[in-house]
């Protein structure tokens, strides 16, 4: 069965920082370009980062340019998601998203972990 | 970046009702556009991508269809678990990847 499984979410106060994980099985994690989607309470869903299968070509969203570091490991099937410089803006959901082979949509998700920034 | 604009951003309907949800790209982006089906605390969970192309798995009674600028999402008959948010993809130019904002189909 293919699975995402994210963790490392919490609580963190404006300024802090954070990593997330999400460990993949059931596919050849190797292959395939990673991303993250996050999903702020209540609103829509918006992408973050994205990681190629080689970590040749990395891409952030401008509101985490600088902040959000996106970073994998194959041999371990696994993702991680850096966040330095917390904002309360970046309270979300975050969910890990493989890219489908050859084309740009996702799947599948994982099931995300929740990130709270707040002092 | 490609704005998605969906509308409604809301609305009811009836179990047997055919809905349709549209979605409008900023530009053009041929047929490179995603849909998703969202529950409550949930995942997204893929429906259609290139624009009319069901996942596998995903009941018939959901079609896609548009192209260029213009697409939608039509539930031919609904049923009880069709009740979520809906939102639309595109990856025609990217990064970013950008989501409509959702369509949150409730019952009536």
């Known amino acids: 069965e293919v699975q995402l499984v994210e963790s490392g979410g919490g609580l963190v106060k404006p300024g802090g920082s954070l990593r997330l994980s999400c460990a993949a099985s059931?596919?050849?994690?190797?292959?395939?370009?990673m991303n993250w989607v996050r999903q702020a309470p209540g609103k829509g869903l918006e992408w973050v980062s994205s990681?190629?299968?080689?970590?040749?070509?990395?891409y952030y969203a401008d509101s985490v340019k600088g902040r959000f570091t996106i970073s994998r490991d194959n041999a371990k099937n696994s993702l991680y998601l850096q966040m330095n410089s917390l904002r309360a803006e970046d309270t979300a959901v975050y969910y890990c998203?493989?890219?489908?082979?050859?084309?740009?949509?996702?799947?599948?998700w994982g099931q995300g972990t929740l990130v709270t920034v707040s002092s | 970046a490609i704005r998605m604009t969906q509308s409604p951003s809301s609305f009811s309907a009836s179990t047997g009702d055919r809905v349709t949800i549209t979605c409008r790209a900023s530009q053009g982006i041929s047929s490179y556009l995603a849909w998703y089906q969202q529950k409550p605390g949930k995942a997204p969970k893929l429906l259609i991508y290139a624009a009319s192309t069901l996942q596998s798995g995903v009941p018939s009674r959901f079609s896609g269809s548009g192209s260029g600028t213009d697409f939608t999402l039509t539930i031919s008959c609904l049923q009880s678990e069709d009740f979520a948010t809906y939102y639309c993809q595109q990856y025609y130019s990217y990064p970013p990847y950008t989501f409509g904002q959702g369509t949150k189909l409730e019952i009536k």
């Open positions: 990681i190629s299968s080689s970590s040749s070509y990395i």
């Open positions: 998203a493989s890219l489908v082979r050859g084309g740009g949509w996702f799947d599948p």
């Open positions: 059931g596919f050849t994690f190797s292959s395939y370009s």
